[in-house]
């Protein structure tokens, strides 16, 4: 699923990082090793999220400015070409 141009799966990493960090901190006060390990893995799964989101945006970032870019150039060649 998409918003925009943003894919949503990669907005999951907020809350994977969010709900990580919590299983992590719940395991670590009940000394429960499995629970904290199954948090750092939800952390980084997130992380990685995040990572591909700011890849995106990035990307998209660039686009628009390669557009924007091109429709300079085409406003100052048809300025050129009416003179």
């Known amino acids: 699923m998409r918003v ?5 799966e990669n907005l999951r990493g907020f809350g994977d990082k ?12 009940a000394r429960n090793e499995g ?27 660039k686009e628009t400015s390669a557009k924007a870019h091109e429709q300079r150039q085409r406003a100052a060649q048809r300025v050129k070409e009416s003179a």
Do not use: F, S
């Open 4 to 8: 925009g141009t943003i894919d949503v």
């Open 18 to 29: 969010l709900v990580g960090l919590g299983k992590e901190w719940v395991g670590t006060i």
């Open 35 to 61: 629970l904290v390990k199954e948090g750092e893995a939800q952390q980084a799964r997130g992380a990685e999220h995040l990572k591909a989101l700011r890849a995106q945006a990035k990307a998209q970032a």
